[in-house]
């Protein structure tokens, strides 16, 4: 049921907290150029002005390095700006004193890419890392040579061995640090350290010596952790949904402060699995102690903004498009200047060469983990597919990449009334971000899994500095709709107009014209300040009608300086497909269904849908394409000759039935649910799979990836080529996919075997209620109901 009108919701400006403190941090860096990195209270900044970061987690060892160049320009396509990485050192070192270097693991020719497409590079250099690896990325000689409790502090001879892995990195980097010319802005020491701050100073000191010497050192700041005092910037982050949690009846109760603003930065729900994993103190409890007060001292940023949520064995969260971005909206209006992802690329665990290589419950940590997938429900999947997040983030990071500037100089403020806890629905989630005149307002109304309601007769009252009376936003009362969140602009400059307020989200510009996006439910209105228009009749517009079509139009607003802006409003469909960037020798957006890529002066789109494969594009491309072009409103439509369409034939058989009855799921000593090991596959229903077309098609200069779709019910799948497992899943309703162009043709023609294990209608996991299968009369679900494959097409636009 809506809600009725509230009072109405206010914030008072007049005396915002703009104090900035300056020069007390110790980081920064200038690299050859003269371009310095640096950082005040408040942002990061680049070349003096304010700075904001996108941040993406990718990380390179769980990925094909053939494919790297493409996963990078993805993330680039999507908006990301900093690829973070961590360096787990059991993949680099998993026998001591066997380095590897090279193929997937090549960390050097990773982050040579980054700089080769104009990405900024972030290596997590840990030593202990965590990230749903084996030992939190510690090879066993290690613990076995330090011992699990001569981790993670001060002592011998840990601190040799880290030396000696961070002078291994430090070989790799060199030559692409910023104070050397390349893209490596930052590093993170260790992870989710929380109660040793003298630690995390002598590991950067450690890193110094060994040649890593970057403009910027961070450390997570969650779960209250105590802070090296000015030595390094802590960053945080929040979650959808928790695998971790021990709830097995509905989502993570504390996930739902992330849809909340808030002054508070830490969420105290991360990390909390791992909380008693070699934390071994070494400082006294006050020592570095965070709290509000001293974060006042630091720039607000992220680094685990969650992208997604990995599956574990107990709990398998499902995580929507909406999910993500709402939180990710949560986090900016509270204040974050840097929007880090974890993760933003999924992938898979490398084979180990003496055990496999993912957090288990074996190894003394909380988790039973998927032995090779790692796809997280990322905007970029484990085989690089494009998740529906991608897609609403990345309107998100174009408002970022072209007002971020304006943002990040901008404190937060909260209004009068907040919600009073994680359960009240009834209260508005808004804020502010402003210096006092002029600003951005954040609103969420969206909430996963509990729905919240629509809010009827809103209007925001806004006092702001050295005004009379309070500006009123919008200029008549209107209703929120259920499940939206949006940015609202005031009081902005746009081409010497002064925009008082507009009730749609400003997405980015192309020279003078602002584009922006119609809120679902809510009617576009603009309104102006007439003192600063040539035409007083234009100071109150509602672009609604007219630019609502599938062919959006340019309204222009003329200004008293001889100047014009334009306006183009896009509406919510088109806001999904909205892409930009600078190709053909300027600045292009574009509209488009298909998966972009912008690689040199190649414009390349991707889709499983041919009829897809065409774009929008505004303004009008100076160079002769290869495609045929046609006038949609301010656009113009590029259609580019359709691919050759390619046809699959798979051939599959059952070979076995699955043991009936399925054994109960097994618990450990804490009544933990344990994950079922190679053994119980013996057991399991088993199925052959051929693709004879495999390399045929998988050779066609118009395909880029065959995606194998199947269509399951158990508990656990996996998929063998040759003996060897490629894949497996834990059931949750979604429908398996794997990417084939990673794995030989000929393997694929002999044949892929799947082997899936019932699911009991008693198995003490999570899955969320809508998406358990239907049980048999023995209360199991077990079977592959279809099997498909899916090609990727892609076609080239370029002069």
Same mark, same amino acid.
């Given at each position: ?89 059991? !993949? !680099?070192? /998993? ?36 990230? /749903? ?14 011992? %699990?409790?001569? &981790? ?17 990195? %430090? ?81 993570? *109760? ?116 998927? &032995? ?8 970029? *999947? ?41 359960? =009240? ?89 602002? &584009? ?14 007439? +003192?600063?228009?040539?035409?007083? =009749? ?17 309204? *222009? ?70 495609? +045929? ?47 079922? =090991? ?45 003996? &060897?497992?490629? =894949? ?72």
């Amino acid at each position: 049921m809506p809600l009725p009108p509230d009072p109405i919701p206010k914030i008072d400006l007049r005396s915002p907290n703009l104090s900035l403190q300056t020069g007390h941090l110790k980081v920064g860096g200038i690299n050859p150029q003269g371009v310095e990195i640096q950082a005040n209270s408040r942002c990061l900044t680049l070349g003096g002005a304010p700075w904001f970061p996108i941040m993406g987690e990718f990380h390179f060892t769980r990925y094909p390095h053939i494919h790297w160049e493409e996963a990078l320009l993805k993330m680039k396509a999507g908006g990301v700006n900093v690829v973070a990485t961590y360096v787990f050192w059991i !993949h !680099h070192e /998993e026998i001591e004193n066997e380095w590897e270097w090279s193929g997937n693991y090549d960390l050097r020719a990773f982050i040579e890419l980054c700089g080769k497409h104009g990405l900024y590079a972030w290596p997590r250099i840990g030593p202990w890392a965590h990230g /749903e690896v084996r030992n939190g990325g510690y090879p066993d000689w290690l613990l076995e040579k330090c011992g %699990a409790q001569n &981790v993670r502090r001060d002592s011998e001879p840990y601190l040799s061995q880290v030396r000696k892995f961070y002078t291994e990195i %430090a070989a790799q980097l060199d030559g692409l640090l910023w104070k050397q010319g390349g893209p490596i802005i930052g590093t993170q020491l260790d992870n989710e350290l929380t109660d040793n701050p003298s630690h995390i100073v002598t590991l950067k000191k450690l890193a110094i010596e060994a040649g890593i010497d970057v403009p910027l050192y961070t450390m997570t700041g969650w779960m209250n952790a105590r802070i090296p005092q000015d030595e390094v910037i802590p960053v945080f982050g929040g979650y959808a949904d928790a695998f971790w949690s021990e709830q097995s009846d509905s989502w993570a *109760r504390e996930c739902r402060r992330n849809y909340i603003f808030s002054a508070e930065r830490d969420d105290t729900n991360i990390g909390v699995d791992v909380s008693s994993v070699h934390q071994n103190g070494g400082a006294s409890s006050a020592e570095g102690q965070i709290s509000l007060a001293s974060l006042e001292r630091y720039p607000y940023g992220t680094c685990e903004v969650g992208g997604g949520m990995q599956v574990s064995y107990r709990r398998r969260a499902a995580i929507a498009a909406d999910d993500i971005a709402a939180l990710a909206l949560c986090k900016l209006g509270s204040g974050s200047n840097l929007q880090g992802y974890y993760m933003y690329h999924g992938g898979m665990n490398p084979a180990g060469k003496r055990t496999t290589l993912q957090e288990s419950r074996a190894t003394g940590y909380p988790n039973e983990m998927p &032995v090779k997938n790692y796809d997280f429900q990322a905007p970029l *999947r484990a085989y690089g597919q494009r998740n529906e997040s991608y897609h609403t983030l990345r309107m998100q990071h174009l408002f970022l990449a072209d007002f971020g500037d304006q943002l990040a100089s901008l404190p937060p403020a909260l209004p009068e009334s907040q919600p009073a806890s994680l359960d =009240d629905s009834e209260t508005l989630r808004w804020s502010v971000r402003s210096d006092g005149k002029q600003g951005f307002v954040f609103v969420n109304n969206y909430q996963r899994i509990e729905s919240l309601p629509k809010r009827e007769g809103v209007q925001f009252e806004i006092t702001l500095n050295g005004q009379t009376e309070p500006l009123m936003i919008p200029q008549k009362p209107l209703n929120i709709p259920e499940q939206c969140y949006f940015i609202w602009p005031f009081n902005w400059d746009i081409e010497g107009v002064r925009l008082i307020y507009a009730t749609a989200q400003p997405v980015c510009r192309i020279g003078e014209t602002f &584009v922006f996006a119609e809120i679902a439910g809510i009617e576009a209105e603009f309104g102006f300040d007439s +003192s600063t228009l040539a035409d007083p =009749d234009q100071a109150l517009l509602d672009l609604q009608s007219g630019l609502h079509s599938s062919a959006p139009s340019v309204v *222009r607003i003329k200004g008293k300086n001889n100047k014009q802006a334009k306006i183009l409003l896009l509406n919510p469909n088109q806001a999904r497909q909205v892409w930009k960037a600078s190709i053909w020798g300027e600045e292009h957006l574009f509209l488009s269904e298909a998966g972009l890529i912008f690689d040199g002066d190649t414009l390349r789109l991707q889709s499983t849908d041919p009829s897809l494969l065409s774009c929008a594009v505004y303004p009008t491309p100076k160079a002769q394409l290869q495609a +045929s072009a046609s006038p949609e409103g301010a656009f113009t439509r590029l259609v580019p000759s359709p691919p050759t369409i390619q046809r699959i034939d798979l051939e599959w058989q059952q070979l076995q039935q699955a043991q009936s009855p399925a054994a109960p799921v097994r618990r450990d000593t804490q009544g933990v649910p344990l994950a079922p =090991d190679d053994a119980d596959f013996d057991s399991a229903a088993i199925w052959h799979l051929r693709i004879p077309s495999a390399q045929s098609i998988l050779d066609h200069s118009e395909v880029r990836e065959v995606f194998l779709q199947i269509h399951y019910t158990g508990d656990v799948a996996r998929a063998y080529l040759a003996d &060897v497992l490629i =894949d497996d899943d834990f059931y949750f309703g979604r429908v398996w996919e794997i990417g084939l162009s990673r794995f030989d043709p000929d393997l694929l023609e002999k044949g892929i075997t799947l082997k899936i294990l019932p699911l009991r209608k008693d198995a003490p996991i999570y899955i969320p209620a809508d998406r358990w299968p239907q049980m048999d009369a023995r209360g199991e679900s077990v079977g592959i109901h279809s099997i498909s494959a899916k090609v990727e097409y892609e076609l080239s636009l370029k002069p």
